[in-house]
Nanobody
Framework: QVQLVESGGGLVQAGGSLRLSCGLS????????MGWFRQAPEKDREFVAA????????AYAESVKGRFTVSRDNAKSTGYLQMNRLKPEDTAVYYC???????????????????WGQGIQVTVGT
């Protein structure tokens, strides 16, 4: 069974940076594409970014393009979401997700992912 655990969240001022980590255990991380989603209060969960098993393919929501970078280190079984130039509207609970698929696959919707972390709070102050 795959387990995902996020870390690195917290409170940061607008314009600041945070790096989220997602540790994958139970199976080889290289077998799984990874995605990041977020849910703000009273809003639906939304796609943020995704990365394929091989790291060659990535995808980003328009709202974070140019500010966030998704990456992974399969040797460490960890995915990352580097968030720069944070804005108050980035405040949300962030979730990582995983799905076993072909090397180049990236998913942009919740239903495509089989495994989820518990989520971690990111709060961006004004």
């Amino acid at each position: 069974q795959v387990q995902l655990v996020e870390s690195g969240g917290g409170l940061v001022q607008a314009g600041g940076s945070l790096r989220l980590s997602c540790g994958l255990s139970g199976r080889p991380a290289s077998d799984y594409a990874m995605g990041w989603f977020r849910q703000a209060p009273e809003k639906d969960r939304e796609f943020v970014a995704a990365i394929s098993r091989s790291s060659v393919d990535t995808a980003y929501a328009e709202s974070v393009k140019g500010r966030f970078t998704v990456s992974r280190d399969n040797a460490k079984s960890t995915g990352y979401l580097q968030m720069n130039r944070l804005k108050p509207e980035d405040t949300a609970v962030y979730y990582c997700a995983a799905r076993a698929d072909v090397l180049s696959w990236v998913g942009r919707t919740e239903k495509e992912y089989a495994f989820w972390g518990q989520g971690i709070q990111v709060t961006v102050g004004t």
